[in-house]
C-alpha cells in the first residue's frame, strides 16, 4: 500500500494518523448513567478513631472522610474558606482518578457554613444521591466525586445546640 493509498484508508474511517494525532490530551473518563450512580447511604458505621477524629475537630472547620474509592479511609480536614477539589496536582484534595475532573468542585466556608460547588465538571458533583451545582453541605451529608463517596462532618462546637422541651 502506497503513502496516499494509506491516506485515503486512514480518512475512509475518520480517523487522522498524522502527527498532530499525537499531542496529549487532558481527558476525564465518564461513567455510565446517572442510574448507575444509585444512592445507598452509609449507615453509622464509623471507627472509634474517625469518631474521635471528628470529635477533635476545631470550630470552623469541618473533616471529609472518604467512604469508598481508591483513598478509602482518608481524612480530609477543611479549615480554610476555600478547598480545592480535583485531578489537577495542584488541588487542595487530590483525587488521581480519570472519573474526576482536574478542576472538579470547591468548597467554600462562610461563617460556620460550607457549601460544595461544581466547577463545571464532566461527572457531576452529587450530595446525598442527587446531581448538584451547589449545595449546603449538613452533617453527615454524602458527597460523590467520581468513583469517590465521602462524609461530611462538621466540628461538634458548631452544631446546632440541641433545645431543652
Given at each position: 500500500?502506497?503513502?496516499?493509498a494509506?491516506?485515503?484508508?486512514?480518512?475512509?474511517?475518520g480517523?487522522?494518523?498524522?502527527?498532530?494525532?499525537?499531542?496529549?490530551?487532558?481527558?476525564t473518563?465518564?461513567?455510565?448513567h446517572?442510574?448507575?450512580?444509585?444512592f445507598i447511604p452509609?449507615?453509622s458505621?464509623?471507627?472509634?478513631a474517625e469518631?474521635?477524629?471528628?470529635?477533635?475537630l476545631?470550630a470552623r472547620a469541618a473533616m471529609l472522610?472518604?467512604?469508598?474509592?481508591p483513598?478509602?479511609?482518608?481524612?480530609?480536614?477543611?479549615d480554610?474558606?476555600v478547598t480545592?477539589?480535583g485531578?489537577?496536582p495542584?488541588?487542595?484534595?487530590?483525587f488521581?482518578?480519570v472519573?474526576?475532573?482536574?478542576r472538579?468542585?470547591e468548597?467554600?466556608?462562610?461563617?460556620?457554613?460550607?457549601?460544595?460547588?461544581?466547577q463545571?465538571s464532566?461527572?457531576?458533583?452529587?450530595?446525598?444521591?442527587?446531581?448538584?451545582?451547589?449545595?449546603v453541605?449538613?452533617?453527615g451529608a454524602?458527597?460523590?466525586?467520581g468513583?469517590?463517596?465521602l462524609?461530611?462532618f462538621?466540628?461538634?462546637?458548631?452544631r446546632?445546640?440541641a433545645?431543652d422541651a
Open positions: 500500500m502506497d503513502h496516499n494509506h491516506d485515503a484508508a486512514d480518512s475512509a474511517d480517523i487522522r494518523r498524522d502527527a498532530d494525532s499525537r499531542r496529549s490530551v487532558d481527558t473518563q465518564t461513567f455510565g446517572d442510574s448507575d450512580l444509585s452509609f449507615g458505621d464509623l471507627t472509634e469518631h474521635e477524629a471528628i470529635g477533635a476545631p472522610l472518604v467512604r469508598s474509592g483513598t478509602a479511609g482518608a481524612r480530609y480536614l477543611l480554610t474558606d480545592t477539589i485531578r489537577h495542584e488541588a487542595d484534595i487530590f488521581d482518578d472519573t474526576v475532573s482536574r472538579h468542585a468548597i467554600t466556608r462562610t461563617g460556620g457554613f460550607f457549601e460544595l460547588v461544581d463545571r464532566l461527572n457531576g458533583t452529587y450530595v446525598n444521591g442527587e446531581r448538584v451545582d451547589r449545595a453541605l449538613d452533617d454524602e458527597v460523590r466525586i468513583k469517590f463517596r462524609n461530611f462538621v466540628s461538634p462546637v458548631d446546632a445546640p433545645t
